[in-house]
């Protein structure tokens, strides 16, 4: 069963940090491409960054590169989405997702598996 569980959301002031976790059954983590997605009220959804099983490449939107770091624990079926130097434009409801194929890891229709999200709050 392919599932994903998105969990450390929460409200920050602005310059604080956040961490997501996202706990997936053993078929889903064993995707090639997983990502983290986020959408604030009235957008669109983005893609955060991404990771390739694989290899361990990553991805990032230039939005957050230097402040996110995407990882993955492959011992504990678990993505990670470590959040640095939060700004109040991070606000939104982050998803987790994973791509059974690959793909163009920026596109929401690269993915079939989707977390229900997580909300992060940054205030200033």
């Known amino acids: 069963q392919m599932q994903l569980v998105e969990s450390g959301g929460g409200s920050v002031e602005a310059g604080g940090s956040l961490r997501l976790a996202c706990t997936a059954s053993?078929?889903?983590?064993?995707?090639?491409?997983m990502a983290w997605f986020r959408q604030a009220p009235g957008k669109e959804r983005e893609g955060v960054a991404g990771?390739?099983?694989?290899?361990?490449?990553?991805f990032y939107a230039d939005s957050v590169k230097g402040r996110f770091t995407i990882s993955r624990d492959n011992a504990k079926n678990t993505l990670y989405l470590q959040m640095d130097m939060l700004k109040p434009e991070d606000t939104a409801m982050y998803y987790c997702?994973?791509?059974?194929?690959?793909?163009?890891?920026?596109?929401?229709?690269?993915?079939?598996?989707w977390g229900q999200g997580t909300q992060v709050t940054v205030s200033s």
């Open positions: 997702a994973a791509s059974r194929y690959g793909g163009d890891w920026r596109i929401p229709r690269t993915y079939n598996t």
């Open positions: 053993r078929d889903t983590f064993s995707s090639p491409l």
């Open positions: 990771i390739v099983r694989v290899d361990g490449r990553t």
